[in-house]
């Protein structure tokens, strides 16, 4: 079966260094990967959206990177800021059936500390 | 401001009742859908609706039924509630269904005791 697989551990960094996150997949080739963030008591807010074409998408100080042969997309967050802190969300997604179809992983709780 | 509005945002409910959560979007968009999360579990897929008029299953159907009658509604409803649907259910729109990314309301907090 599909599977997307996030790190469940906190990841704990120092603020201004680079926070990077990773998500693995299995048994699917997604034609998008989307990142979102999420709040405690909050909906999921959309972040950035990579293409399978696309190798690396750039926003601000976040930086997705998309490796299809890997099945593995990292999301960077440099100089990383305390208001930062979240739970970081990585979905595949493709049109399957006529519905836009996500797939979530269970997402990937960042602390930065002052 | 434009969005997504769910209600309740709380809600404790007797095993065995009957609840319709709500879900109302001001941004016209065309396909609406249903999650709910667990923890240690990503957003799992209940139910969805391309366009008004039409609806369907996701990952995890059973217990839960919805209506699209129109563009901006989308009620999800428990016929009769058990205790392995407390969770917290997001409601969320995209403009379309070509991978375009969701906009999601704040959730339900539901505890089926």
């Known amino acids: 079966s599909q599977k997307i697989e996030q790190n469940s551990e906190a990841l704990n960094i120092q603020e201004g260094k680079t926070a990077t996150l990773t998500c693995n997949y299995t048994?699917?080739?997604?034609?998008?990967l989307q990142w979102y963030r999420q709040d405690p008591g909050r909906g999921p807010v959309f972040l950035l959206l990579?293409?399978?074409?696309?190798k690396e998408k750039r926003k601000e100080r976040l930086k997705v990177t998309f490796d299809t042969t890997l099945k593995q997309s990292l999301f960077h967050i440099t100089a990383s800021q305390p208001a930062d802190s979240a739970t970081y969300l990585c979905a595949l997604s493709g049109t399957v059936g006529g519905y836009n179809k996500l797939i979530f992983g269970a997402g990937t709780r960042l602390a930065v500390h002052p | 401001i434009a969005g997504i509005t769910q209600a309740p945002t709380s809600q404790i409910l007797a095993a065995g009742r009957r609840m319709t959560l709500r879900c109302t979007q001001d941004m016209r968009h065309n396909a609406m859908y249903w999650y709910r999360q667990d923890l240690g579990l990503g957003l799992r897929l209940i139910h969805y609706s391309n366009t008004a008029g039409t609806t369907g299953k996701g990952e995890v159907p059973d217990g839960y039924s919805v209506s699209r009658a129109n563009t901006d509604d989308f009620p999800l409803t428990l016929a009769s509630a058990v205790p392995s649907q407390t969770s917290v259910y997001f409601c969320a729109s995209s403009p379309g269904t070509d991978n375009s990314p969701l906009h999601f309301g704040n959730g339900t907090r539901l505890t089926v005791t």
């Open positions: 048994n699917y080739s997604p034609a998008y």
């Open positions: 990579i293409r399978e074409n696309e």
